[in-house]
């Protein structure tokens, strides 16, 4: 069979086999313990993690492990597969970190494509007052859904970014641990099945954040979409430590910390965030299945009898918040860190001038990674937390303003005077910048308890989000897309459309972000499926829903784009962008092994503009006059 | 693992990405570690449930004893007594399973439920994760002392028997932590 | 060599033996009132030697360097 061949498939029919012999083995083993034999929740959580175990084997990420258990040596395979066609290799294990990264890219673009289809689809509801295409209950689910693929989607653009562009610019040959990796992407798709299944057993009406004790009541579709959260970590937590390793290992000869590529930083500090913070989401929806399978009372403030008698003290929710947000305020960095990194690695090439501050660039990304761990509480001004925390928390937010702020200082200076072109990833760049100030200028008013206590909760910070990862991921996602298609196809995009998609997206986003800020203002809360007549924002709400249709139809063009030209698009030179970066110094597409012979960095990274400046001395052999 | 087509220097360029991941996957599975403490004092606050002392104080000597044997595992391959090694990586897995025995088969069966509010989650729960890398660190012995056996190892090249013994060695130092938060720390009640 | 492997394995048992005395008075100091920083304090004399003698977390830093 020749559909067999393709890992994804053998993955799909492994977590479909596991996923029954783990009802069984449940079903069994109650029926041994003289217990009644079906219960769907406990055989629903074993029946996800052995399902994940089967597609994981199915699709041939633990092959070369499970043969180093048995002491036998696996030598690494490089290059496409010699026995199926290549485009096969995307379907399948591979090692090559840039299949790999297309992969994560891809995947990732799936998902953000259906998290925002089911964002139009409660959008539309709430363009009219009055429920009257789906019911509450729908609704719930809908949002909860809308906001986890998309982190997963977020999380998946943002590994595509890391694991295609760190070993290039590096001067890596591949990644320090290519199964690893492999792992660490294939991992995402059971999660990623399992939270999408959660529609098909219940939804839940918790949203994103899962807070019990509402999830421990809610339908078991909550528990499958803790568990796929759980996998994606996985991936998150091997991808950084694998993302680490890389970056301090294997840099080529002369390139000090201070001579790396500045996206290159802003993938380190993200990095930190996900390898340590992951484990606290995971931990505290860990705590909720045990809670909701096992009784065990980590957030119920109600004890049983036998539990008074032995003078145990009484659960308590706001521990699952504290453990949830250390991870999930962080979180928010990772998914920006990245794209902000885009924003100063594009925008010197296009405005042919020398990043301004690029040491400065590069210690604030850190510096937002480390102040990023100690603001998670400013989530719970309203939620009953012990008041004494309020202020350091506040203080600790307004602090994550000074290196973003930096990072804002340092675009304008870079711009300042410099000859700009305007082609669509520059385009993408400056309107990430514009996004991005909305996002940050409505941020310290949440930070600040005295106003955060009247605008949490309402739509002024689904607003002030939405702006945040428009302008911190997906605007220089899109950028970042753009600006490497060449490099990684070999050929052009369609730059009419690809400005198209532009003007469409940037005031569509516009006027959905400032909506969203407006209506939240005059009093729409978040996460309900209906609103007050009364409150006149109903015209407001029009607006929001007809600019996401706009935002939907803009991405609708560019996957049109990039899918057409990838096949049909003009062959694109080596460096279309006269590019100083070390991967614009060899051939369009990127050959298997990227770099024929090492090269040594010989100066600063973003000299632009200045005579007589190198960054990376290439062997002859390897120049890209060859490729031509 | 014992990868003998290339040279030791490669060997050790690989081993030192492999020792920095490694380590890298500890702090990540601190956090986690961590946060089961904090749940531990946001819960428990100073006091804390009665426990059985003397079971406590058995299995902790117990995993101490196997971390011992498990660096003598690891000193004697890296001597060439492949012998002396094979015997100890036993002796830690066996004592390791004293250790499971000891929490599952006594800790749990005392008057503390699961169910009984915080007491009871936060105990199971520290006891049951660490419990549940104690399972991971023993197969992991096994899988080494099954290539052990196979001859795989050599005082050179055995990054194998040092990531297991590291391993082993981590779940020690959670248990460093977990035994006063549990036992020592706060007024029984 | 075998002078080598000796010292190691004593090495190796006198960490072993600090460790045990140091539970011992863990559990010692459990008895008294105000126990919670001195038991914080052992821990970390604990989880000291075990990082340093028993995990090596020195190669980390001396890079390249094997573990003897």
């Not at chain 1, 990095?271 to 705590?287: D, E, H, P, V």
């Not at chain 2, 000891?102 to 749990?108: A, L, R, T």
């Not at chain 3, 005395?21 to 100091?29: I, Q």
Request: aromatic share 14%; with cysteine.
């Amino acid at each position: 069979m020749v559909i067999f061949s393709l890992g994804i498939i053998r993955g799909i029919v492994g977590q479909i086999v596991g996923t029954a012999v783990g009802l069984i083995l449940v079903t069994l083993i109650r029926l041994l313990m003289g217990l009644p034999a079906w219960k769907a929740e406990p055989a629903m959580i074993i029946g996800a993690l052995i399902g994940a175990v089967g597609f994981m084997i199915g699709v041939g990420a633990l092959s070369d492990w499970f043969k180093w258990m048995g002491g036998k040596e696996t030598p690494m395979h490089h290059g496409p597969p010699t026995d199926k066609p290549a485009w096969t290799r995307y379907f399948s294990v591979d090692y090559n970190h840039k299949v790999i990264g297309v992969q994560y890219a891809v995947t990732g673009i799936l998902l953000v494509l259906v998290a925002g289809s089911l964002a139009l689809i409660f959008r539309t509801e709430l363009a009219q007052t009055g429920l009257q295409y789906i019911e509450a209950a729908t609704f719930n689910t809908l949002f909860g859904m809308h906001g986890i693929v998309m982190i997963a989607g977020i999380l998946l653009g943002v590994g595509g970014m890391i694991n295609y562009l760190v070993p290039l610019m590096i001067g890596a040959s591949d990644m320090a641990f290519p199964r690893l990796n492999a792992f660490g992407f294939w991992i995402n798709v059971p999660g990623a099945i399992l939270v999408i299944s959660a529609l098909f057993m219940g939804g839940w009406d918790t949203g994103w954040t899962g807070y019990p004790p509402l999830s421990v009541l809610a339908p078991m579709g909550v528990q499958a979409f803790m568990l796929g959260v759980y996998l994606v970590g996985i991936s998150s937590i091997v991808g950084s430590a694998n993302t680490l390793v890389t970056v301090a290992k294997m840099r080529a000869p002369g390139m000090s910390w201070f001579r790396m590529p500045i996206f290159v930083w802003a993938a380190v500090a993200t990095s930190i965030i996900q390898l340590t913070a992951t484990q606290l989401i995971g931990l505290s929806f860990l705590m909720v299945t045990v809670e909701r399978v096992l009784g065990m009372g980590f957030f119920n403030p109600v004890l049983t009898a036998h539990a008074i008698e032995v003078g145990s003290p009484p659960g308590n929710v706001v521990l699952f918040q504290h453990l949830f947000w250390f991870y999930s305020h962080p979180a928010v960095y990772v998914f920006i860190l990245p794209g902000l990194g885009i924003i100063s690695e594009l925008l010197p090439v296009f405005a042919r001038k020398p990043l301004f501050g690029y040491k400065w660039i590069a210690l604030s990304s850190l510096a937002i990674a480390l102040v990023g761990f100690l603001v998670w509480a400013h989530h719970m001004f309203t939620a009953g937390m012990e008041p004494f925390l309020r202020i350091p928390f506040q203080f600790a937010t307004m602090l994550v303003a000074v290196p973003t702020g930096v990072k804002f200082f340092s675009w304008v200076g870079t711009i300042w005077r410099g000859k700009l072109e305007f082609p669509t990833p520059m385009l993408f760049v400056l309107g990430a910048i514009s996004v991005f100030l909305i996002g940050g200028l409505t941020g310290p008013p949440n930070g600040t308890v005295t106003t955060d206590l009247y605008l949490h909760d309402t739509y002024w910070i689904v607003g002030h989000f939405h702006a945040t990862m428009f302008g911190g991921f997906i605007f220089p996602f899109f950028a970042a897309l753009y600006y490497w298609f060449p490099k990684a196809t070999g050929r052009m995009y369609n730059e009419r459309l690809g400005k198209l998609h532009f003007w469409l997206i940037l005031p569509g986003f516009w006027v959905q972000s400032l909506g969203q800020i407006a209506v939240g203002l005059l009093g729409m809360r978040r996460r309900i499926a209906d609103y007050d007549p009364a409150l006149g924002i109903q015209n407001g709400h029009v607006w929001i829903t007809v600019a996401g249709y706009v935002i939907g139809l803009s991405v609708l063009v560019m996957i049109y784009n990039l899918a057409w030209s990838a096949r049909k698009g003009p062959v694109a030179a080596a460096n279309p962008w006269r590019s100083r970066s070390p991967e614009f110094q060899i051939p369009s597409p990127i050959p298997e092994h990227s770099y024929a012979e090492a090269f040594v960095i010989t100066g600063e990274p973003y000299d632009y503009g200045l005579p007589g400046a190198t960054y990376v001395a290439m062997n002859p052999s390897a120049a890209p006059a060859a490729a031509d | 693992m014992s990868a003998s087509a290339i040279s030791q220097a490669e060997y050790e360029q690989q081993e030192s990405a492999n020792r920095l991941g490694l380590w890298l996957f500890f702090a990540s599975e601190a956090f986690m570690f961590a946060g089961l403490l904090v749940a531990r004092f946001y819960l428990w606050g100073d006091t804390r449930p009665h426990l059985d002392q003397a079971v406590a104080l058995i299995i902790t000597a117990v995993l101490l004893l196997s971390s011992y044997s498990m660096n003598r595992a690891e000193v004697m391959i890296a001597h060439d007594d492949r012998k002396g090694f094979l015997n100890s990586l036993l002796i830690t897995a066996a004592l390791g399973v004293v250790f499971l025995i000891g929490v599952i088969g006594f800790e749990w069966q005392g008057h503390i439920r699961p169910t009984d509010g915080a007491f009871g989650a936060v105990l199971y729960g520290m006891t049951g994760m660490h419990a549940l890398h104690v399972v991971s660190g023993i197969v992991f012995i096994f899988i080494v002392w099954n290539n052990g056996r196979k001859g795989h190892y050599s005082a050179d090249r055995h990054w194998g028997v040092h990531a297991c013994a590291v391993w082993w060695h981590y779940i020690d130092l959670v248990w460093v932590f977990f035994y006063p938060a549990l036992y020592l720390i706060g007024t029984a009640q | 060599m075998e002078k080598k492997k000796s010292s190691a394995l004593r090495q190796s048992f006198n960490v072993f033996l600090g460790l045990a005395v140091l539970t011992a008075v863990e559990y010692g100091v459990s008895f008294i009132e105000f126990p919670t920083v001195a038991l914080f304090i052992i821990g970390l004399f604990k989880a000291g030697l075990i990082l340093n003698y028993f995990m090596h977390v020195g190669l980390l830093w001396s890079d390249g360097g094997k573990h003897k």
